[in-house]
């Protein structure tokens, strides 16, 4: 169930639509999670490019944001392509870090994310903030 908007003249869509992209690069950088975790990305992101990643390609993803993350500068872009397999075709994908800010105590970055496989392209973006334990998690920030 989403939460009902403080300002009821709010559409709840928007702000589960940002929850959704912003999960989407979560997934995609959190993609080793549990697989109840997967089960509840999955719903929202089937027939996606992130959704249908396997696990070598999402591994593979997963490597490339963490490079864009911890390694790359703003306006920078980390290029990233995953071969053709079998019936499954080739991925490309930019990943690129376009705005970084601290909020909360945490340094914090946010990414834009273009991916195509075939004739679908997908266009994603949303911020991470490194956690006291090094690793970087999807979440809010306030803009």
């Known amino acids: 169930m989403l939460p009902r908007p403080s300002d ?11 929850a959704a992209v912003t999960g989407a690069l979560g997934a995609a950088l959190l993609f080793a999670a549990a697989a109840p975790a997967q089960a509840y990305f999955d719903n929202y992101l089937s027939g996606t490019i992130i959704g249908t990643l396997n696990d070598k390609e999402g591994a593979s993803l997963a490597k490339s944001v963490r490079t864009a993350l911890n390694d790359t500068a703003d306006g920078k872009t980390v290029e990233w392509t995953f071969p053709a397999a079998g019936r499954r075709q080739q991925i490309d994908g930019t990943i690129t870090p376009v705005e970084s800010k601290t909020d909360k105590g945490q340094p914090c970055r946010r990414l834009k994310s273009d991916l195509k496989r075939g004739s679908a392209e997908e266009h994603w973006s949303g911020w991470f903030c490194k956690q006291s334990n090094g690793q970087w998690k999807s979440r809010h920030v306030d803009e």
């Open 8 to 18: 009821p003249t709010v559409s709840p869509v928007r702000p589960a639509l940002r």
